[in-house]
T-cell receptor, first 115, second 113 residues
């Protein structure tokens, strides 16, 4: 059962443009929503995270928008740069029935920023 | 340096030959877990451990075993590997059982022929 759905699977953006990746979740017990960035040959690393009591969080060029009623959240990368080219995973953390407390990941978005 | 260390980074083995992938963290984290990453499927949790001697199944535990005898180590054991276990494996740790930030190792690319 895919509890966190992520789209698109891949994304090509021109340098300087805005990259937008969307995620939707089902479990209302989730209470922490991070985004991870993964470069080839490396493990995922935390990029930015949000809790459901706020609707937006911004760190530099990266912004999470969160819509609790719609159970959706998205990552916006402003002024996208070639160095942002990576795979991005959304995730959700919380108590899952029969599964303890864990981090559930989306399927990933491969972002390529072209010059 | 705070890190999660996995070994080996690359492994090619034959069907049925038992193998162990080691994972060690130096951050005194309570929570550790194993994921496999497959194209189009993202990261799926195999097993997790909330503390020493406490382990539980994740989403895809079939064919895997784990143990947590010490806080810092969380090895992944494949008793009889099969080709469908060919994948990229990641170990991760978090400070507490209530998972917030997870720190990942560099990954182990396993090929079972």
């Amino acid at each position: 059962q895919q509890q966190v759905k992520q789209s698109p699977q891949s994304l090509i953006v021109q340098k300087g443009g805005i990259s937008i990746i969307n995620c939707a979740y089902e479990n209302t017990a989730f209470d922490y929503f991070p985004w991870y960035q993964q470069f080839p040959g490396k493990g995922p690393a935390l990029l930015i995270a949000i809790r459901p009591d706020v609707s937006e969080k911004k760190e530099g060029r990266f912004t999470i928008s969160f819509n609790k009623s719609a159970k959706q959240f998205s990552l916006h990368i402003m002024d996208s740069q070639p160095g942002d080219s990576a795979t991005y995973f959304c995730a959700a953390s919380g108590w899952v029935t029969g599964g303890g407390n864990k981090l559930t990941f989306g399927t990933g978005t491969q972002l390529k920023v072209e010059l | 340096e705070a890190q999660v260390t996995q070994n080996p980074r690359y492994l090619i083995t034959v069907t049925g030959k038992k193998l162990t992938v080691t994972c060690s963290q130096n951050m005194n984290h309570e929570y550790m877990s194993w994921y496999r990453q497959d194209p189009g499927l993202g990261l799926r949790q195999i097993y997790y451990s909330m503390n020493v001697e406490v382990t539980d199944k994740g989403d895809v535990p079939e064919g895997y075993k784990v143990s947590r005898k010490e806080k810092r180590n969380f090895p992944l054991i494949l008793e009889s590997p099969s080709p469908n276990q060919t994948s990229l494996y990641f170990c991760a740790s978090s400070l507490r059982a209530r998972v917030t930030e997870a720190f990942f190792g560099q990954g182990t690319r396993l090929t079972v022929v």
